[in-house]
């Protein structure tokens, strides 16, 4: 059994009037508790941190399966967007019990004790593993992150629970441990599976004291650092093989993965042990990733291997980038800015107690997906256990792109970035195909990460987002970790050249395409040579089709010049699909005009062709990142120019 109340609020709360009401600000309660920070004034920082812990604590309780007759259900986390149970939902066991230690509430103890039930009863196997699901996989390299969670449960909370419980997961924490011994090797699914290991193993040896675990996370560690970053510091091995190279010199990259799952286990890892060689590369690595956080806490992943888990914030079913980026950002102040925007982010993502799959998502009447808010919270928890928020950083420090630093390129990923004026861009010609080998789902090569030297990105610093990739073909690469498309309007939001006939040849297709970028004078300028090619790399039967593009970026405005030569018994298309909410207004001027007004100002954007077709009288929605859009579109005659320009309205 639990504690009582009674005792429950004597372990976890000095001084709290009401047991079970809602505290704004948790972090300020002390704790009796010897493993609970010391008491103190918590920081506005802290207090955000706290706060959005305890929303998505709330929202997942809400969801909480109980009652039911078959007790197989309950204790899960009903998802509403993909009306299943997720068979990783035992993770919320950390967050839970966390905020029931904080707040002396007795509701998340228990709401903690019956999802890990609800594992037991239905993921967890006899070898020591957990499972992926229930039925859609049985993938057993998630162990490796339900070991993680209850490891730090046990490790900062485990006082809030009576003997027996603590004693059973304590044994149950030893059996997943053993299973992973003999499971993990450094060539165990993606990178993120060994490389989360290190941390898992590491804990593992803590909390069950036992110090082989401690030499199977260095060994792993270091198998990492010595094999598996490239020399601009990114971790590959998001994609097999491991340590393959593309025809164009690439290595298999998924920011996603990278930020918000991998790096933030390995300098958990760094840290406890106090690993200097594995902190010293994670440091790099880091620096490295950062460069790819955009100004309003987004991480641009419009180029990664696994983008289909694109969600702006970051990635769909990791743990979030905080854990990393604070716990080492004694090293270097950004670390922690770069965080706090992207919880700001993630907050201004938050309704109804859940984190949505993207900014439009909630807008969009889209529900949430369950599988974000309890991954995060993970990652939230870490850094309320683990952080110190005594000293304020003030004033808060820019970011790399937050500056106008012209161009820079990452050839490991083949990708430029753009920083000019108030203008942030990323070009691709990214060139590694994802196939999924160990996840249940779609997998094949028929949709992924764009390429052919697209226009993946454009930010304005004052407008937000204004143009972004998505997947090439949208496809549920992973059939429970995705979601589905409801009812509505979706279309690729890439900007592409198109031509659909009975299938659909498009210039992101291309993998072959050539990219060049040079910055003279008061501009920046690509250009990308390739062919229209389907998801799958198929030219038209009747003859291949050539298109050029060229982006000029300055102070002032963006231009756009696309091209295509061979010939097409259908019309070729240029479409740039504008990010719009269906609250912005959208107004025609003249047919080669369109104003698109947000809340931050005005987008203006022009063309020198005859005219736009006509709008749409609906926006149209991709899962990928998660936004609205209002497709702007050219019919596009071989051998023509035609240009399109974006600028801000001025003030």
């Not at 030297?453 to 454009?458: E, I, K, M, R, T």
């Amino acid at each position: 059994m639990a504690f009582t109340r009674r005792e429950l609020l004597q372990l976890s709360t000095a001084g709290a009037a009401v047991l079970g009401a809602r505290i704004a600000l948790p972090e300020l309660l002390p704790s009796a508790s010897p493993r609970m920070p010391a008491p103190m004034a918590a920081s506005s920082e802290q207090e955000l941190y706290a706060s959005l812990l305890h929303t998505w604590c709330d929202g997942l309780v809400a969801r909480q399966v109980s009652g039911m007759a078959d007790p197989m259900f309950n204790g899960g986390l009903l998802c509403a967007a993909c009306a299943l149970i997720h068979g990783r939902c035992g993770d919320a066991v950390y967050p839970l019990l966390r905020v029931a230690h904080t707040t002396g509430d007795e509701k998340y103890l228990r709401s903690a004790v019956a999802v890990h039930e609800w594992s037991e009863r239905t993921v967890s196997r006899p070898d020591g593993s957990w499972v992926n699901d229930v039925s859609l996989s049985t993938w057993q390299g998630i162990t490796v992150f339900h070991a993680v969670a209850l490891a730090e449960a046990l490790a900062h909370h485990g006082a809030i629970l009576d003997s027996a419980t603590r004693a059973r997961w304590t044994d149950r924490l030893a059996r997943s441990a053993k299973f992973l011994d003999g499971f993990i090797t450094i060539e165990t699914g993606n990178i993120n599976y060994p490389v989360t290991a290190s941390l898992a193993f590491l804990l593992c040896s803590q909390v069950l004291g036992n110090s082989h675990y401690a030499d199977r996370a260095h060994n792993l560690a270091h198998q990492v650092v010595e094999q598996q970053f490239t020399a601009s510091s990114f971790l590959f091995g998001e994609g097999h093989p491991l340590n393959g190279i593309s025809p164009k010199g690439c290595r298999p990259v998924d920011l996603g993965y990278n930020i918000e799952e991998s790096l933030p286990s390995l300098a958990l890892y760094a840290k406890l042990a106090s690993d200097q060689p594995v902190l010293e590369q994670v440091l790099a690595a880091l620096k490295t990733h950062i460069e790819f956080m955009l100004p309003d806490g987004a991480w641009d992943n419009s180029w990664g291997t696994r983008n289909y888990k694109w969600s702006w914030w970051g990635s769909r079913t990791s743990d979030g980038c905080h854990p990393g980026l604070v716990l080492l950002s004694d090293h270097d102040s950004r670390f922690r800015e770069a965080a706090r925007r992207n919880l700001e982010l993630m907050a201004a993502c938050t309704h109804n107690g859940l984190l949505y799959g993207g900014p439009d998502y909630f807008v969009h009447n889209d529900p949430a997906c369950v599988h974000h808010t309890f991954t995060h919270a993970k990652a939230l928890a870490t850094v309320l256990d683990r952080a110190d928020f005594s000293t304020e950083i003030t004033p808060r420090p820019s970011l790399p792109r937050d500056e106008p630093y012209g161009l820079r390129s990452f050839s490991d990923i083949g990708t430029r970035l753009a920083a000019i004026g108030p203008w942030r861009a990323t070009v691709t010609e990214y060139d590694w195909e994802y196939v999924e080998h160990v996840q249940a789902g779609a997998g094949g090569s028929s949709g992924g990460h764009v390429s052919g030297g697209a226009l993946a990105l454009l930010f304005h610093k004052r407008l937000g987002p204004i143009l972004t990739a998505s997947m090439t073909q949208y496809q549920m690469i992973e059939i429970s970790n995705q979601q589905a498309y409801r009812t509505g309007s979706h279309i690729e939001l890439t900007p592409r050249i198109e031509c659909a006939a009975t299938e659909t040849y498009a210039s992101v297709n291309d993998l072959k395409a050539t990219l060049t970028a040079n910055q003279h004078g008061g501009s920046i300028v690509f250009e990308a040579h390739g062919r229209l090619l389907t998801a799958s790399r198929q030219a038209p039967s009747s003859g291949d089709i050539a298109y050029h593009f060229t982006y000029t970026l300055n102070d002032a405005r963006v231009e756009i010049v696309a091209s295509v030569t061979g010939s097409t018994p259908v019309p070729i298309r240029f479409i740039v699909p504008v990010l719009a909410r269906a609250s912005d207004r959208v107004e025609q001027p003249d047919p080669k005009t369109v104003r698109v007004t947000k809340p931050q100002g005005t987008l203006i954007v022009h063309t020198d062709a005859p005219g736009f077709e006509p709008l749409p009288a609906e926006r149209t929605f991709n899962l990928v990142p998660g936004f609205e859009a209002i497709p702007l579109s050219l019919v596009l005659e071989p051998g023509n120019e035609v240009r399109v320009y974006l600028e801000a309205a001025t003030a």
